[in-house]
């Protein structure tokens, strides 16, 4: 039951294609931004699609692989951990931004072409 504390799956479609940074240490980072819908009906019997938006990241052969076969609307599944983050910005505002950490993912539908 440990490795449940912090667990997250999620299924979704890329917004945009995947940044690639290669960082200082070596290794290679990726960052990209899924959607997931839910459907549901209102108190007025009318259909509703909520969408939201998560922030992902993935490192090392994770990343490659994102590199390699993602981009913008790409379907897919994954499996990670949420990493929360802080900083200062401009007007001395601390803000906060809450990522998933991905160690499992799975492209879904194929590749999309251009």
Request: a positive charge; proline letters at 1%.
């Amino acid at each position: 039951m440990y490795s449940l504390r912090n667990k997250v799956q999620l299924i979704g479609n890329l917004g945009k294609a995947p940044e690639i940074r290669n960082v200082d240490s070596g290794k290679k980072l990726v960052k990209f931004s899924i959607a997931t819908n839910e459907m549901y009906t209102n108190q007025q019997g009318e259909k509703v699609k909520e969408t939201q938006w998560h922030n992902i990241i993935a490192w090392g052969k994770l990343a490659e692989v994102a590199e390699k076969y993602l981009d913008k609307g790409s379907e897919v599944a994954l499996e990670g951990k949420l990493i929360t983050k802080d900083y200062t910005d401009k007007e001395g505002n601390k803000k906060y931004i809450t990522e998933v950490q991905v160690n499992e993912l799975l492209l879904l539908g194929g590749r999309v072409s251009d």
